[in-house]
């Protein structure tokens, strides 16, 4: 949440600033700024809103200055507007936060007795006079330390100071921070995505560290003031991704190029001429694992669940999932003869990466499967999956989410496999279908009419619920999270067993439900709770995969087939459709479907 941007540089920075924040927008979008200093005067624009409307600020183009940071906010503390946006600053410092501070009540009365005073709402404020206050009497350096030390909580910060014309501080804890370099100019970022126009050498600052940055020269601490070395990574280029296209919306572009995405993945993971997976570097005998824990947060939460599924299926091994923020604080048995498994397409989730730092802690195995490499995740776990689907721009996950289960899958089959546990000829019958799966996907695509015209339906209701059993339980969840994410309208994912023990009752005439019923073990079931909800006047849209059996059901409101495949593989296909009737509905209700209210892409805050 939130994004920071600073340069320092032999030119004015502040053009570059608005075009860095416009790449970070991902991160929060409910407000804007940026600062700069010029002439031994610090110069500060922000505006409620977009990036957009910072720009079109006329104070930005006059702004002048080659030393500079900005930020678009995610609000925590204090409502979203432009005393509370970032950056803050006093006569002698600015400042941009991404986290929280969690002692800035305390903070702020100790300042305030000290004859401070406060302008905004926001636990960032507490910094700025925080680190004035240590200026009075000490050092630079001295300052950030003794100030980074007073502070409890998770933190990103980037500062830039009145009397010092070429230099930013930039300090982490918990929050992800960057540094890239560039020829004569210099920068910090919250994630790589946001220096990747500029620069492809970048360093991460570890927890704990804070960087003096400086247009030729950048130098890492320990939170003691002790120099560290830090390695220089080199970035892909790969700006094409970045880009929407034809498309009209990230996310659109996003779900329509899965059967790329997964193509590519599959590309990485099967040895497609002898029909294996190849999963190389495993760091532990597959004897020394009993046991697996998945833990993530929404989407890739859900891809956890379809992964339990697929172990118990397919595995002997025992499984347990988690929900990150709760696996943190729970009093966990850690084991070391048990995988935890983290899911994440940022790799940045604070909550997620608390989860890792905890198992790591007690050096258990950890792997993560993450779709960004460079992440604070992939960077802290033991092994590293990547899902290899490219950036994902769009805040609702879509080709991510494809991406974790497959790779998940992959690695229940070769658990299955090493552990004897699955038998040879299933084994190559699996990589065979797998094989096939981004062609399906690719048809799927093409069910896009009636999806449009059912829509409507769903962008007018009250409510919605989304049920399936097995397998179609977690594709159950993430529909009706897509669905409120993008349309704001309450909708329930529910296991289509459990309606009549209470959700039942929420069934009103009229009331668009979601039934995934495909072909599968669970058909018969799931048809009869079908037939519990519509007897009650809900309108039923059923999701199946396409079959020569007729269905034998009466009074569905409208029916979408996707292709058909093995059982393992049919979440796939059935979370296309589900993807597209957020989509459609989004844009019917006119809003803006890459950035929807209140979220956003990368959840760096607990
Ligand atoms: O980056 P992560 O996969 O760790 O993010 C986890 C969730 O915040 C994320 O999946 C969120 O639920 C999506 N916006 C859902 O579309």
């Avoid at 668009?512 to 009869?528: C, E, G, H, M, N």
Wanted: proline share 3%.
């Amino acid at each position: 949440m939130c994004g920071i941007i600073g340069i320092t540089s032999y030119r004015p920075v502040s053009s570059a600033i608005i075009n860095s924040l416009k790449k970070l927008e991902y991160r929060g979008y409910d407000s804007a700024g940026i600062a700069t200093l010029s002439d031994g005067v610090i110069n500060e624009v922000k505006s409620e809103g977009r990036v957009d409307n910072l720009e079109k600020n006329l104070a930005i183009k006059n702004m002048s200055g080659s030393v500079g940071i900005g930020h678009v906010r995610w609000a925590t503390h204090g409502i979203p507007n432009t005393i509370n946006a970032h950056p803050h600053s006093s006569d002698n410092v600015s400042i941009v936060h991404n986290g929280i501070i969690e002692n800035s009540t305390i903070l702020k009365k100790y300042l305030i007795d000290k004859g401070h005073v406060f302008k905004s709402q926001t636990d960032t404020e507490v910094i700025v006079h925080l680190i004035t206050e240590h200026l009075k009497k000490d050092s630079l350096k001295e300052s950030v330390i003794k100030m980074l030390k007073q502070l409890h909580g998770s933190f990103a910060l980037g500062i830039i100071f009145k009397d010092e014309p070429d230099l930013i501080i930039g300090a982490r804890r918990g929050s992800p921070l960057a540094v890239g370099y560039g020829s004569n100019e210099n920068y910090l970022g919250s994630d790589s995505y946001a220096l990747k126009s500029m620069t492809n050498k970048i360093s991460y600052l570890n927890d704990g560290e804070f960087c003096i940055i400086k247009k030729d020269q950048v130098e890492f601490f320990d939170e003691k003031g002790i120099k560290v070395n830090k390695k220089v990574l080199e970035l892909s280029t790969d700006e094409q991704n970045y880009e929407k296209g034809d498309f009209k919306h990230f996310m659109a572009k996003e779900i329509e190029e899965q059967p790329t995405t997964l193509k590519n993945c599959i590309k990485e993971y099967v040895d497609t001429i002898n029909n294996d997976i190849n999963i190389h570097n495993f760091p532990w005998n597959i004897k020394e694992i009993s046991s697996v824990t998945l833990i993530g947060c929404g989407t890739a939460y859900h891809s956890c669940l379809m992964a339990k599924y697929w172990f118990e299926e397919l595995t002997e091994l025992d499984v347990t999932i988690d929900i990150a923020s709760e696996f943190r604080y729970r009093k966990n048995r850690f084991k070391k003869d048990n995988l935890y498994i983290f899911v994440s397409q940022s790799g940045e989730t604070a909550d997620t990466y608390a989860a890792l730092d905890l198992c790591n802690k007690h050096n258990v195995k950890t792997c993560s499967v993450v779709n960004v490499i460079e992440s604070s995740i992939a960077r802290d776990s033991n092994f590293v999956l990547p899902i290899h689907c490219g950036p994902e721009i769009g805040v609702a996950s879509t080709k991510a989410f494809l991406g974790q289960m497959l790779v998940l899958y992959i690695l229940v089959l070769k658990m299955g496999i090493l552990k004897k546990d699955l038998d040879k000829d299933l084994y190559l019958n699996k990589i065979k279908d797998l094989k096939e799966l981004p062609k399906l996907v690719e048809e799927t695509l093409l069910t896009e009419n009636k999806i449009q015209t059912v829509s409507s339906t769903f962008t007018d209701a009250k409510g919605s619920m989304f049920l399936g059993r097995g397998f179609s339980y977690p594709i159950a969840l993430e529909g009706a999270l897509k669905l409120k994410e993008l349309v704001y309208v309450h909708a329930e994912g529910y296991p289509a067993g459990e309606m009549k023990h209470g959700p039942l009752a929420l069934i009103e005439d009229g009331m668009p439900v979601v039934v995934l019923a495909p072909r599968d073990k669970y058909y018969p079931k799931t048809i009869s709770n079908m037939q519990e909800v519509i007897a009650r006047g809900a309108k039923v849209l059923l999701i199946t995969n396409k079959s020569k059996d007729e269905i034998v059901s009466e009074n569905i409101w409208e029916t979408i087939e996707v292709e058909s495949t093995n059982d393992d593989l049919l979440p796939f296909l059935l979370t296309i459709p589900l993807q597209k009737l957020a989509y459609y509905s989004a844009l019917k209700k006119g809003y803006d479907i890459d950035k929807p209210r209140n979220l956003a892409k990368s959840v760096t805050v607990e």
